[in-house]
């Protein structure tokens, strides 16, 4: 990880200062890379928690995807890119801003990573020097009238005691069913177990502290698993489920002799698919309805892509499980490059997660509209 910190005097106001550096109309008066608005966040604002943004490096030939994750009117502004390519790690910035006698006082952190140090390193420098040139001609501009603060209050922090237990609940019952299932040699134990690990990596990011509302995160999960457990029933009592888990499951209990891993690999497939194109827009959607509705569901959308790496953790534990004749042959590949590349790879040939994930929570807020 590379971090650098710049600083720059401004002869305006903060609120003047908070317009030039978060809303793209004003960005790419100084800007040396070329900003977009995908979505508004908060109160359909720039400078929303949540907002979407589309960021053009010089040269047009790379682009960074933005949300924007904190943000305290006239302070402080947090984003992350969360979509820089397969061999991006992360880059996140935090702009501060400090009120002095003859107008304010900018202070811009940045924090990289690539899979390579020496990546790291060259494009760290290369970024600095395209900052400093920005904010060169940013401290020349004459300012724009200052922004308006956002009616929006932030949330509190909430006890997620009685959410993690009930979330641990859940949890243990998930296990229990994968436990069942490996028992009678029934192959749905395979995506049983993953959906186990799906969850116990919700409940770990919440405990790491890695989001900014656990509670949601935790209320999630008995949701999740109403869906998914409902259709399991189903299922296995030869009753109607819904069609993405009616074809989920039948292609998990499918075998193949001469290619074992071949039915798993597409049992697990077709159950991710269900559970994120079928049951996360109506879960969150639900959820927020139900316990959330006087927030601003876009509020949320940081957290929920910070859990994108929970699917890569939990089918690598189960990649750990299988026995060496279920393990798709290029597992021994996968094992040597970064977690990220290999996802990428795989969803240019298959499902790509990241891509449902996305267009789930924007059906959700599509729901809840």
Same mark, same amino acid.
């Given at each position: 990880?590379?971090?650098?910190?710049?600083?720059?005097?401004?002869?305006?106001?903060?609120?003047?200062?908070?317009?030039?550096?978060?809303?793209?109309?004003?960005?790419?008066?100084?800007?040396?890379?070329?900003?977009?608005?995908?979505?508004?966040?908060?109160?359909?604002?720039?400078?929303?928690?949540?907002?979407?943004?589309?960021?053009?490096?010089?040269?047009?030939?790379?682009?960074?995807?933005?949300?924007?994750?904190?943000?305290?009117?006239?302070?402080?502004?947090?984003?992350?890119?969360?979509?820089?390519?397969?061999?991006?790690?992360?880059?996140?910035?935090?702009?501060?801003?400090?009120?002095?006698?003859?107008?304010?006082?900018?202070?811009?952190?940045?924090?990289?990573?690539?899979?390579?140090?020496?990546?790291?390193?060259?494009?760290?420098?290369?970024?600095?020097?395209?900052?400093?040139?920005?904010?060169?001609?940013?401290?020349?501009?004459?300012?724009?009238?200052?922004?308006?603060?956002?009616?929006?209050?932030?949330?509190?922090?909430?006890?997620?005691?009685?959410?993690?237990?009930?979330?641990?609940?859940?949890?243990?019952?998930?296990?229990?069913?994968?436990?069942?299932?490996?028992?009678?040699?029934?192959?749905?134990?395979?995506?049983?177990?993953?959906?186990?690990?799906?969850?116990?990596?919700?409940?770990?990011?919440? +405990? !790491?502290?890695?989001?900014?509302?656990?509670?949601?995160? *935790?209320? &999630?999960? #008995? @949701? =999740?698993?109403?869906?998914?457990? $409902?259709?399991?029933?189903?299922?296995?009592?030869?009753?109607?489920?819904?069609?993405?888990?009616?074809?989920?499951?039948?292609?998990?209990?499918?075998?193949?002799?001469?290619?074992?891993?071949?039915?798993?690999?597409?049992?697990?497939?077709?159950?991710?698919?269900?559970?994120?194109?079928?049951?996360?827009?109506?879960?969150?959607?639900?959820?927020?309805?139900?316990?959330?509705? +006087? !927030?601003?569901?876009?509020?949320?959308?940081?957290?929920? *892509?910070? &859990?994108? #790496? @929970? =699917?890569?953790?939990?089918?690598? $534990?189960?990649?750990?499980?299988?026995?060496?004749?279920?393990?798709?042959?290029?597992?021994?590949?996968?094992?040597?490059?970064?977690?990220?590349?290999?996802?990428?790879?795989?969803?240019?040939?298959?499902?790509?997660?990241?891509?449902?994930?996305?267009?789930?929570?924007?059906?959700?807020?599509?729901?809840?509209?």
């Amino acid at each position: 990880m590379t971090l650098f910190q710049l600083h720059r005097d401004l002869r305006c106001s903060p609120e003047q200062a908070w317009t030039m550096l978060t809303d793209p109309e004003h960005m790419n008066r100084w800007s040396t890379a070329r900003i977009e608005l995908r979505e508004p966040g908060v109160g359909d604002r720039p400078d929303g928690v949540g907002a979407l943004r589309t960021v053009t490096l010089p040269g047009g030939r790379a682009r960074l995807r933005e949300v924007v994750e904190r943000s305290d009117f006239a302070r402080s502004f947090d984003y992350r890119v969360y979509d820089g390519g397969p061999a991006l790690l992360d880059h996140s910035g935090r702009q501060e801003i400090a009120p002095t006698s003859a107008g304010c006082t900018l202070t811009w952190t940045v924090q990289m990573q690539l899979v390579s140090r020496a990546a790291t390193s060259v494009l760290a420098k290369r970024v600095r020097g395209q900052v400093a040139d920005s904010l060169d001609l940013l401290a020349g501009l004459e300012p724009p009238a200052p922004a308006t603060a956002p009616v929006v209050e932030r949330r509190r922090p909430v006890d997620t005691t009685d959410s993690r237990r009930a979330a641990m609940q859940v949890l243990a019952f998930q296990r229990a069913t994968a436990d069942r299932l490996a028992a009678a040699d029934d192959p749905k134990q395979w995506f049983a177990r993953v959906y186990s690990y799906v969850t116990d990596e919700m409940i770990g990011v919440c +405990d !790491r502290g890695d989001v900014d509302n656990p509670d949601w995160v *935790l209320a &999630l999960i #008995p @949701v =999740f698993d109403e869906y998914y457990m $409902r259709n399991l029933v189903a299922f296995e009592a030869g009753e109607a489920c819904e069609p993405m888990w009616q074809r989920a499951w039948s292609t998990c209990e499918r075998r193949d002799e001469r290619k074992p891993h071949l039915p798993v690999v597409k049992g697990l497939v077709s159950g991710v698919a269900a559970h994120i194109d079928a049951d996360l827009p109506r879960a969150i959607s639900g959820l927020h309805l139900a316990a959330f509705a +006087d !927030r601003d569901l876009r509020e949320f959308r940081p957290d929920y *892509l910070r &859990l994108a #790496p @929970v =699917f890569s953790a939990a089918s690598d $534990r189960l990649l750990d499980d299988l026995p060496r004749s279920h393990k798709p042959w290029w597992t021994g590949i996968a094992a040597r490059i970064h977690p990220q590349i290999r996802d990428a790879l795989i969803a240019r040939q298959g499902y790509d997660v990241r891509r449902h994930r996305f267009t789930a929570f924007r059906t959700a807020i599509d729901l809840t509209s």
